[in-house]
């Protein structure tokens, strides 16, 4: 596979510096979860079942806030939005660590509805930055980042906690989130394009991106993050059952540089796929792994099929997102696609670890799968009937002359025809290798099923 796609990505102005800044942002970030249960669980000494309680009042809170902060970036600018967050996260980290459970189970709802928004800021900003036929490569290289991330942030924080306590562990935490915030200020990244930003003043009313299909992609996000957080408790369970706990910070580091390499070659190829294709894909080959025996080993190389999508699923879903979404309301959409991650995941624990205790670890991976492939299923109709491209979305919206004339824009039929062609050259915007829905140049005012199609 060519390097080509990720050389000329790195070559764009300002791109290797939003990528640094932010996975050393989202490290801190993804670090916060286990700090907080290790914090309540054996500081506070109050058991997991609370601990357990303080990060989901968190996650409650950063699935509220994130599409809030992403409107007010859309309507306000980063840097406000950034300067508030920022301040908040100082403010919570200082004092947590000596906060009474009550109190501190209120404050991190609170610090997560004011979240730094460095995740949907950063592919915001990364979809600015990148022209539209290097998206592809280029939220594949942040999905491997945000894997980085993942495997960086939660290892640091157990082992602060178990080295220098909580209270430091926490207060380094703080300094970390707040010297991203202050970092993204500094950098403060262009949140659209010089020619979105000539189109500033059109605004592309909710109805025309919040479609039917715009809800089935939110969807399979949810049911991404819902298969791997499955996945991931059934395979420790499986591992403690087998008496192999020692090895299971090994087997989900290998897990995790099955799906940097997916993502890799993903981006890499010359072009993409749907992501009802990369997500049913994944569960699908989920469902197998529930009747491997023979060791950890063995249950490891056979996660390699589907852990490989892993990445390519995450990023194809943001690929499409930043296609549908008209550039004014990229971030709120980019914070609805951060709060179906996070949901997913907090669906899918309850659930997994459900099946875990009634019928045993290896079913998890099967109800993993299957719920993974069903929800593809279930949001193949709606997707049929995808909204326009983020470009044809904001013609339509824009302002004609008077009487309309072709002289005046080229005429509506035109357009028109430059929306179906930019479909037709469109393939990801095709699931599973469907003819394109051609959508012609509709009047802003038409609602309802008859607008998208």
Excluded at 79 to 91: C, K, L, N, Y
Aim: charged share 10%; with cysteine; glycine share 12%.
């Amino acid at each position: 596979m060519a390097l080509d796609p990720y050389r000329r990505l790195l070559r764009i102005p300002g791109l290797p510096t939003l990528l640094l800044v932010g996975l050393l942002a989202r490290i801190p970030s993804t670090a916060v979860g286990m700090a907080l249960t290790l914090h309540v669980a054996t500081t506070l000494d109050l058991g997991f079942a609370k601990a357990g309680l303080v990060t989901m009042a968190s996650t409650i809170g950063m699935a509220i806030g994130s599409p809030l902060a992403g409107r007010f970036v859309d309507k306000h600018g980063l840097r406000p939005v950034v300067v508030v967050t920022t301040v908040a996260q100082a403010v919570f980290w200082a004092c947590a660590w000596a906060l009474p459970f009550p109190v501190l189970a209120v404050a991190a709802a609170v610090a997560g509805l004011l979240g730094l928004p460095v995740f949907s800021v950063t592919r915001q900003c990364l979809a600015a930055m990148v022209p539209e036929p290097q998206r592809r490569s280029g939220f594949a290289l942040d999905s491997m980042l945000v894997e980085l991330s993942y495997m960086t942030g939660p290892a640091l924080a157990v082992a602060g906690v178990t080295t220098l306590g909580s209270g430091p562990t926490m207060a380094v935490i703080g300094l970390g989130v707040t010297s991203a915030g202050v970092g993204l200020i500094v950098l403060n990244p262009p949140t659209r394009s010089a020619d979105e930003m000539a189109e500033q003043a059109v605004k592309v009313p909710r109805r025309q991106w919040i479609t039917p299909a715009f809800v089935a992609l939110l969807g399979t996000v949810a049911a991404a993050t819902f298969v791997l957080t499955a996945a991931e408790l059934a395979l420790v369970a499986t591992m403690e059952h087998a008496g192999q706990t020692a090895w299971v910070g090994l087997a989900v580091a290998i897990w995790a540089v099955y799906s940097l390499i997916g993502g890799f070659l993903y981006g890499g190829l010359s072009r993409g796929f749907s992501p009802l294709v990369l997500i049913g894909a994944m569960g699908l080959l989920t469902v197998p792994v529930a009747w491997v025996g023979g060791g950890w080993h063995w249950l490891v190389l056979a996660l390699l099929p589907s852990g490989m999508l892993c990445a390519p699923s995450l990023s194809s879903t943001v690929d499409m997102l930043s296609r549908w979404v008209p550039a004014g309301a990229r971030g709120e959409a980019m914070g609805f696609h951060g709060t179906a991650l996070l949901v997913g995941g907090a669906v899918s624990a309850p659930i997994a670890g459900a099946v875990i205790d009634g019928t045993g670890p290896a079913w998890a991976f099967a109800v993993a799968g299957l719920v993974g492939v069903a929800t593809v299923v279930i949001a193949l109709p709606f997707w049929r009937r995808r909204p326009m491209t983020s470009t044809a979305l904001s013609r339509s919206a824009a302002p004609r002359p008077e009487g309309g004339s072709a002289a005046a824009e080229g005429t509506s039929g035109v357009q028109g025809h430059e929306v179906v062609r930019a479909l037709e050259n469109d393939a990801s915007l095709t699931p599973m290798g469907e003819p394109p829905v051609l959508v012609e140049d509709a009047p802003l005012r038409q609602e309802g099923p008859a607008a998208l199609t």
